[in-house]
């Protein structure tokens, strides 16, 4: 592509152009130094760990013709481009785009943003439009799906030369309909510029991530940048209940809606029936059986109903649709063992999540077994949440085994020790700590009789720990049943 189209929508400051450059076939676009390649333009990028202006120099003698920055090298080389914008990831946002002939603009691309409840809302969406026979996309922590053909996930929101691919493939597939989960970090970081969305979802907003905002009002002031940016053609859905749905939509130039279970609003549900088999509701005055579970998942299912009739699909066939769609993988998910012992995987990492899959235990449990939650925290991540989830997890449970999440590059032991600061006096009886997750988990399968119930939270979906920047495999719904298998009663 040549750089006259390549630059089309991008704020600049100054350039430095070779003679006839305007007119220089751009093979490719990288960020990252080691994937130059002769032709290449190079985006240098500001991020929080590194600065990419210190791989100029590196990306030009790799054979880069372009440099886009936010300040100029000081080694400038006769035979390279310099285009200096004010900032490189928008920048790099909108190169990808146009990169890839916008491909955002040739289907109906919708984005679910909020503290909990992204991964299953975009996912059931993605089943729904599936099951109508559909073509559709997913963009998801768990995974990417062009129409049938699935992908690793590697962010909760891709980096924007991977997210312009994947929405290019779709289009080149036929799909009509791609849902994709919007992170904070993506706002931030500008992944998202230059995408039309057709839709906006809000879930919720609670304490997360603030490792990264610092504070509550910075974290949930990016996700309200995400409405304001919506197109006056967009729909904005907001959660209704939330304290911070109308917040988010208030600058929006977006059509507005709302659902909710406890207050007014154009989506309405209440919960009749909620046991561990499933969910039986009344959405907008008509009933309907569901096999997800609790009263966070009703909201998720609430917010699917509303995208999917915004999107024109007939309310009596979205119900239908609903009833048929599966729980997503790591979020509640249930299991009964040979042996009559509950077990719960669940991705609950914030101090919200957690407290909502232990109430809707709690709600649904008779009392006369044992709930023993199994659950850690994050190593690099928001230090704060720790007591709290240990507070959490202690108060509404009748045992608690702390263990490893992804210690990262933390000691596993100080994060406990962290955790376990929060736990109240009257709760420490209920309190074991075993570092390693596979022990934890044994422990507590080992020690379970029938009717007992295990949670275990924090990783979800995830197939490994991430332990001194290396990946293990490790699959907590396939641990916790085969240690289950062998401890049979």
Avoid at 100 to 124: D, F, H, M
Avoid at 192 to 211: K, Q, S, Y
Avoid at 215 to 244: E, G, I, Q, S
């Amino acid at each position: 592509m040549i750089l006259e189209q390549l630059l089309k929508g991008i704020a600049i400051k100054a350039t430095l152009y070779v003679e006839g450059f305007e007119d220089k076939e751009i093979t490719s676009i990288c960020f990252d130094s080691r994937e130059v390649k002769p032709g290449c333009m190079f985006v240098a990028i500001v991020g929080t760990n590194s600065n990419g202006h210190i791989y100029i120099d590196e990306a030009s003698r790799k054979g880069a013709v372009a440099i886009v920055c936010e300040k100029l090298p000081q080694l400038l080389f006769p035979d390279i481009s310099y285009i200096v914008v004010p900032n490189s990831h928008k920048a790099l946002a909108l190169l990808a785009s146009n990169y890839y002939e916008n491909p955002s603009k040739e289907l109906t691309l919708v984005g679910v943003t909020g503290t909990n409840g992204k991964t299953t809302i975009a996912t059931l969406l993605y089943q729904l439009f599936k099951k109508r026979g559909e073509k559709a996309g997913l963009l998801s922590t768990v995974a990417v799906y062009v129409d049938e053909d699935r992908y690793e996930a590697t962010h909760t929101t891709p980096d924007p030369l991977q997210l312009n691919r994947y929405l290019r493939a779709m289009v080149a597939q036929g799909v009509q309909y791609c849902f994709m989960e919007v992170s904070s970090h993506g706002i931030d970081q500008g992944r998202t510029e230059g995408l039309l969305f057709a839709g906006g979802v809000f879930t919720n907003l609670t304490r997360d991530h603030l490792d990264y905002h610092e504070t509550f009002a910075a974290y949930r002031d990016v996700k309200k940048r995400f409405f304001d940016n919506l197109p006056a053609t967009a729909f904005a859905l907001v959660n209704n209940d939330d304290k911070n749905g109308a917040y988010m939509l208030q600058n929006t130039k977006a059509h507005k809606y709302t659902y909710a279970l406890k207050t007014a609003a154009d989506f309405k549900a209440y919960i009749i029936e909620n046991r561990f088999d499933g969910l039986l509701l009344r959405i907008n005055q008509q009933e309907v059986w569901t096999k997800l579970i609790g009263e966070f998942n009703a909201y998720n299912l609430l917010a699917v109903f509303g995208v999917a009739t915004l999107l024109g699909v007939d309310k009596i066939e979205a119900l239908t649709l609903l009833s048929s769609i599966s729980p997503v993988a790591g979020r509640f998910q249930y299991a009964v063992s040979a042996t009559g012992v509950v077990t719960i995987v669940d991705y609950a990492h914030t101090p919200d999540a957690l407290e909502n899959v232990l109430k809707t235990i709690n709600d649904i449990r008779t009392h006369n077994e044992t709930l023993t939650t199994v659950v850690g925290c994050g190593g690099n991540r928001d230090k704060g949440k720790r007591p709290i989830m240990a507070d959490i997890a202690t108060t509404l449970s009748d045992n608690v085994v702390l263990t490893s999440d992804n210690p990262r590059n933390e000691e596993p032991e100080a994060i406990l020790a962290e955790m376990e600061q929060g736990v109240q006096a009257q709760h420490f009886h209920k309190l074991q700590t075993i570092t390693d997750r596979r022990q934890a988990i044994q422990a507590v399968c080992k020690s379970a009789k029938k009717g007992d119930i295990i949670l275990i939270a924090g990783k979800g979906h995830e197939t490994y720990q991430e332990i001194k920047g290396i990946k293990h495999d490790f699959d907590d719904f396939k641990i916790v049943q085969e240690y289950l298998a062998l401890y049979k009663k």
